[in-house]
C-alpha cells in the first residue's frame, strides 16, 4: 500500500517511516495508534487472512513465537459448541 507523503515522518537522514497517527487519521480511527498497535494489527490481519509464518517475516520476527505471543491477537469468539458444554457444567441449579 502507498500512502500519502503526509503519512511519514523522517527518521535518520534519508529513512522515513510510516507515521501510526496518519494511518489513524486515513482510516478515522479516533485512538492515539501506536507503532505496537499498528505493528499488532498488520501481524493479525495477515495471520487471519495467510498464516503466522508470513506475519512473522513481515515483522522480522525469526520465531513465530514471538510473533504469537506478543503479535497475534486471540480471537475472542467462543464455539458455540463449547459455550453450550460449559452452560451445562456450570449451570446453577434451577436453570
Do not use: W
Not at 535518520?12 to 497517527?21: I, L
Not at 491477537?73 to 452452560?87: G, H, I, K, Q
Request: no cysteine; proline share 4%; aromatic share 6%.
Amino acid at each position: 500500500m502507498t500512502l500519502p507523503r503526509d503519512y511519514y515522518v523522517r527518521v535518520a537522514g534519508n529513512d522515513y517511516s510510516v507515521d501510526p497517527t496518519g494511518i489513524g487519521r486515513m482510516v478515522d480511527v479516533s485512538a492515539e495508534v501506536t507503532p505496537h498497535l499498528f505493528r499488532r494489527t498488520v501481524a493479525t490481519a495477515v495471520n487471519d487472512n495467510a498464516n503466522v509464518e508470513l506475519a512473522a517475516e513481515l515483522l522480522g520476527h525469526t520465531d513465530t513465537k514471538i510473533t504469537v505471543q506478543h503479535y497475534i491477537r486471540r480471537s475472542e469468539v467462543v464455539n458455540p459448541a463449547t459455550a453450550e458444554l460449559l452452560d451445562k457444567v456450570f449451570a446453577k441449579d434451577g436453570d
